[in-house]
């Protein structure tokens, strides 16, 4: 069942008459239960697409996703709203096979996660006939949703070595919400992007390295952006930029996972410079990693 408004639904049969109109369209649409003049149109998501009428290409993140409907906001802010179908295409590219064979289900698209969706015109919306997402982006959002801390619990045999360390810090740290930063090191990146420089993914292994040598530390990693775009997305690019970093520090620099406070996505709060000039806005890109160790612990 789709449900949409008396004026998206004469919009939309514009669209379908005009396709150049279908993307910016689709921009606009917001989610139908804000809407207070509703009709109903009523029809099975269909389980072929073939013959429909191809529809815009889009690419961003996933910023809502409710049932068989996904919202996808663009790096300026535009959010459209896209169906899946049975027929629906998802899979991840990555590693030496480029893509994945596998089609994956729609509980792999996630919110946070990096997309290129192909879609067609359905009705009266756009219908996904492709999503495409890399398979190091599907493990970042994974390791935001579940949290890092039980992400890694559950790992197994390598994680299970540490239990008695992590479990005899915990108990140490259990009542204490207060910290000593010993160190702080920010790494910057490009507008709307989260990937790492190789600079960043210098940097990021030498704080690690510094932090190892500092007894009882962990690492507080807290993403930021500057203040071009709207809440919404800056809020899930810092999350983006903050998971970024966690996974190197983890996977690459060897940072164990029970040494790390859950990532932090803080949008464009507490910026280092002004917002107004370009050279203030690339400080305010960035991603902080502090090391910490308790002030408790410190004063033993």
Known sequence: MIVISRKQAALLACATLALPFAGSLAAQELDPLLDQDLITVRGELPDDLSGLVEGPEIEGFISARNG?????????GGNTQVRIAPATDIRARGGFL???????????????LPVKVRTVVWGEGLLA???????????TANMIRAGTGQQFAEQGAAIQENAAATE???GRMGDIDQYNIVGTTNVYFDTGKWDLSPRAEFDLCSVAREADATDNALLLVV??????????????????????VVNFLQQECSWAPWRMLTPTGMAESDPLADNSTEAGRAQNRRVSVNILVSKAIQGL
């Open 68 to 76: 068989n409907s996904m919202q996808v906001t663009t790096v300026d």
């Open 129 to 139: 006939s492709e999503v495409r997402f890399s398979s190091s982006d599907l493990e």
């Open 223 to 244: 993403g930021y952006t500057d203040s071009v775009g709207d809440q919404d997305y800056n809020q899930v690019l810092s999350e983006r930029r903050a998971g970024r």
């Open 168 to 170: 005899a810090l915990r």
């Open 98 to 112: 480029g893509l994945d064979r596998t089609r994956l289900g729609a509980d792999a698209l996630m919110n946070g």
